[in-house]
């Protein structure tokens, strides 16, 4: 069976809370739209750039690892 888009959980809220940055100044940094963050952050993106990610990582100064993580809907109960 193909993994779900869900599958990918996002952690852009927890990052910009320990790091007390908004979502604005992080699309301002990254040059993207404060919409399409918002779509990431929400988990209803179906695909990210990787020059995109890079700027994500660069600003927040972490790893796409601390961004993003796979968990399948099966360990999550759902």
């Not at 869900?6 to 040059?31: F, P, W, Y």
């Not at 750039?49 to 099966?74: H, K, M, V």
Request: hydrophobic share 40%; net charge negative; glycine share 6%.
């Amino acid at each position: 069976m193909p993994a779900e888009a869900n599958d990918i959980q996002v952690h852009l809220d927890d990052l910009l809370a320990e790091r007390g940055m908004t979502l604005a100044e992080l699309a301002a940094r990254v040059g993207v739209t404060n919409v399409n963050l918002s779509v990431l952050k929400n988990g209803h993106a179906r695909a990210i750039r990787f020059t995109t990610l890079t700027s994500i990582c660069q600003a927040l100064n972490c790893q796409p690892g601390d961004l993003l993580s796979y968990r399948p809907a099966c360990a999550r109960g759902d």
